[in-house]
């Protein structure tokens, strides 16, 4: 008898909007809170990261061309920690992915990995921090903010990372991670965000917000004696503006597409409602957060990741094209670097989309096609328009923040038993 796959919707989402920023107007101005500190001549180094920010190469142009105008001489210096395989080449690599380079951004780009000692924490460990940072006159660094997929708190993912873990290089990601795990994530960054702002030049950060759609909602210069205040407010602002999967209970989540580009983790904890460290798949202990999601099957890597599939342990399916693209060296440092280690295992190896479909929708409670609760994304930042099967469509009438759903019928394979792209309808 052949096996049937779930008949499927398209649906839409429709979020809380903003109206996007003047990028150069919101940077000129913003600029005037640091300008006084902006003198001829002194070398300024400008932080810049590995996530995948809309607008992020117009960003940091911007940020540049006002520095020239104030008469300084910027530089560029990759702030990813142990991304990019922790090697200088590397980082130089994804920064050129997102078009920051040299030629574009027309200044230097000073990779090298080599860190020298700023300070002791609070808990009495050695601060380190990126020697080509601590020989500017002065530093600034530009993130999105957002909550972190390791922890939650009042402070998450921004220029307080970006000042300890980024531009900590490889050594500094570590020792941060390594303490994070006894005293605590947000403590652990708080104290040492605070060594840095004592001992380093720091002018101040570029904190830049994005909406559920995965667009710039806020753009803001924040003075280096603001960031400890002003990041926690803008991180609320961040969460408040994330999207999210719209229902209870799902069976099967088919994610697209993971990589860092998409988020630290390679697909964001705070939709999947999955942790790092591990997760429960035992109702009672997991159905507090929601959607609660029984299986997890991920599809391929983002091309921007360079071959890092951190997150694919949280998943409990995958292809074997993925896997043939994991750049295992790149994906180990970054794993352990970050004590995230789960993070790194392999889930169950398929050759097709449909044998992995089919596998997970036998492994349920309820093997029954026709009832599985099937939800397919492109990636985690991108939720506003999706696929759900035909068993949720009565939840996705009833709910208020979905605006139309159209009929689409069985899952659509190609002749290797493949979904085909969402955008290919």
Known sequence: MKEILPSMLCVRQRFETTFPPDMEAAIGKGFEAIRPQLKPGMR???????????NLSEIVLLIVQELKRAGTKPFIIPAMGSHGGATAEGQVALLAG???????????????????????????????????????????????????????????????????????????ASSYHSGALTIGYEQDLIDLTKVVLAKAPILGGIAIVEDAMHQLASL???????????????????????????????DLLIVDQIGKNISGMGMDTNIIKRGVHGYHLTPELSKKSKPFIWRIFVRDLTPETHGNAIGIGMAEATTKRLVEKIDTAALHTNVITARSVQCAKLP???????????????????SNPAKARVVRIKDTLTLGEFEISTALEQAAIDHPAITS??????????????LKLIAEG
């Open 98 to 172: 997102y078009g920051v380079t040299e030629t574009r951004m027309g200044v230097p780009i000073r990779p090298s990995m080599e860190v020298k000692k700023l300070g002791k924490s609070a808990s009495g460990r050695d601060v380190v921090w990126s020697q080509e940072a601590t020989a500017a006159d002065g530093v600034l660094v530009v993130n999105r903010v957002k909550p972190h997929t390791d922890f939650s708190g009042k402070i998450g993912s921004g220029l307080m990372k970006m000042l300890v873990v980024g531009l900590g290089k490889h050594a500094g």
């Open 220 to 250: 803001e210069v924040v003075p280096a004696d603001s960031i400890l205040i002003r990041e926690s407010e803008l991180c609320e602002m961040a969460k408040r503006l994330m999207p999210s999967i719209p229902f209870d209970e799902i």
């Open 405 to 418: 759903i159209d009929q689409m019928g069985q899952m659509s394979l190609d002749q290797n038993g493949n």
């Open 348 to 366: 169950m190896i398929f050759d097709s989309d449909a044998e992995a479909i089919k596998a997970m929708l036998k492994s349920l409670p309820d």
């Open 44 to 54: 300024v180094a400008l932080g810049v990261g590995s996530r995948g920010i809309s």
